[in-house]
């Protein structure tokens, strides 16, 4: 915030980039299962998960009032505020049991890549002034890969079997600069974007059996995704101009 008799200048800015790779396995040729005195394993579970959340849209403080992230708020003969926020998460999920492995388990085999990934954000400016401005730019993205796989010639035996890749995206981000004066520009550019993809799969010539009449071998890839830019702005003054551009 800033207030000037003569000029002023209100500014927020946010900037983070996550790139977060998680992998869980079993490595390449490993041999999980009975050995020569018939001791073994019962479950097996293989699980990678990434959890993101960058905030605050939508959050309150203590007082019941709307946290904000990113804010510019200035008064003054000539104003200007302005507001930047971007935000990235990328990287890889892979949960696998890897190529010729073998697992021989009594119970369940599980192999589950988890993603969950929030981003959000809220951009605002507020300028007062005979000469009032005000710029609003931000971007807010989610990408990667979540991937569950058994191996190619990998060997898996278990009373069922289970592989599944999972992945929930949000993005939104906001906008909303506001000028009041007798001569006010406002311009608004905010772009979310969501490009996640999830892969279940076993690989060429593996073998996978449950044992008993009627157990279940489940692959399956489960996916969602949500985008939301959102801008808009108020410029209120003798001349005004206001840009938004949401993509």
Known sequence: ASVGATLSLGAGIVYGEADVDVTAAEGQ????????????????????????????KGELDENGQQRKMVAGISAGFGAVNAGFGFVGVTGDVLA????????????????????????LVSLEGLSLGALAFGLILGDASLAGTVRATIGARAQVAGRTVDVRAQNVMTSTITGTPTNIGL???AGVGVTSSVGALGSASVGTDAKVETS???????????SSGYAFA????????LLSVGVNKPD
């Open 96 to 119: 696998a049991i890897a190529a010729d492995a073998v697992v021989d388990a009594s119970g369940d085999i599980d192999v589950t890549a988890d993603s969950d990934a929030t981003l």
């Open 29 to 56: 040729g490993a041999h999980l299962g009975q050995d020569a005195s018939g001791a073994g394993i019962g479950d097996l579970a293989v699980a990678a998960t990434r959890v993101v959340d960058i905030g605050p």
């Open 212 to 222: 008993g009449v009627g157990e279940a071998i489940r692959i399956t890839a489960d």
């Open 183 to 185: 001569l006010t520009g």
């Open 230 to 237: 959102g801008a808009s702005s108020v410029s209120i003054g």
